[in-house]
């Protein structure tokens, strides 16, 4: 670890010592648990899917699950890092008043942390917009196998020519498009309508009872660590604005730029796992 980031460390030890933390994290934290960030090294530009075109294409609706019927073992599969359970200690032992994340992947909570808040939704879970009936994706996953058994087919053998050839944090995938093609959709087992990952899709609102909770552990905190996150998106970026507002400590730990590096207390330019083992060693 190089001088700098350890007087940024030393700064920001100094920054949050004495006060109870609220944590903030994105997709920087999962990194070493193997799902890729959308804006780190390597990651490759792509245009989110917005609700409207979701709910009013067919085809939109089979592109999704096609790719996400690839993506989502990974995302299932993956397991915790070190900056999961460094994040899970700080919530049971109290130093931490919560968690709000904006991933989707489900990894605080399977590390033990207390008070997690998806912001933006989980990928385990799939939500009907007709009737609001919730199942797991497992089941969804099973249903759609049973019923493309030629997509399987052809996607087994086009991973194995390069058809597969991207991933995202949201457990989407770069596919060709003949492959995706292939795929008969299913709806919901319970009246037949249109399933949807219970996720916050671009142009979705955070649902008034999550917002709440996250608010909850901001206010209880007195000062804000953010981890892994470059903050493009407002959901997340309100909650440094609003510590700044309030003469609150912030602390970001991520690698590369962000859009708050000119609001925060201090900026800690380095990989989260390392810092955290060193910020908040016994």
């Known amino acids: 670890m190089t001088a700098v980031v350890d007087d940024t460390l030393l700064a920001a030890s100094a920054a949050l010592a004495g006060r109870r933390l609220c944590v903030l994290t994105g997709a920087g934290v999962s990194t070493d648990s193997g799902i890729p960030d959308y804006r780190g090294e390597g990651a490759k530009p792509r245009r989110p899917l917005r609700f409207d075109d979701f709910v009013g294409s067919a085809q939109m609706r089979q592109r999704y699950w096609a790719r996400a019927f690839v993506g989502w073992p990974r995302i299932r599969d993956a397991r915790p890092n070190t900056t999961h359970d460094v994040v899970a200690t700080l919530t049971t032992s ?12 489900g990894l605080h909570q399977r590390a033990g942390a207390r008070g997690v808040v998806d912001l933006h939704g989980s990928l385990a879970v799939v939500r009907c917009l007709a009737c609001g009936d919730r199942c797991r994706r497992d089941d969804v996953q099973d249903r759609l196998a049973e019923e493309n058994p030629a997509f399987v087919a052809r996607l087994a053998q086009g991973a194995r020519v390069g058809d597969v050839i991207g991933a995202a ?15 008969r959709v299913v709806d919901c087992a319970r009246c037949g309508g249109v399933l949807k990952p219970d996720v916050v899709f671009f142009g979705e609102n955070v649902a008034p009872d999550v917002r709440a909770a996250a608010d909850a ?18 959901s997340g970026r309100r909650y440094v604005e609003e510590a700044v507002r309030r003469r609150r400590p912030v602390v970001l730990i991520t690698r590369g730029p962000t859009r708050v590096d000119d609001l925060v207390t201090v900026k800690v330019d380095a990989g989260v796992g390392e810092s955290l083992g060193v910020l908040f060693a016994r």
């Open 169 to 183: 944090p949201d457990g989407d995938v770069d596919l060709d498009d003949a492959l995706v093609a292939g795929l």
């Open 94 to 105: 109290g130093r931490a008043t919560g968690v709000i994340t904006q991933n989707v992947d």
């Open 217 to 234: 552990h901001f206010e209880d905190a007195g000062a804000l660590l953010v981890l892994g996150t470059s903050l493009e998106v407002l």
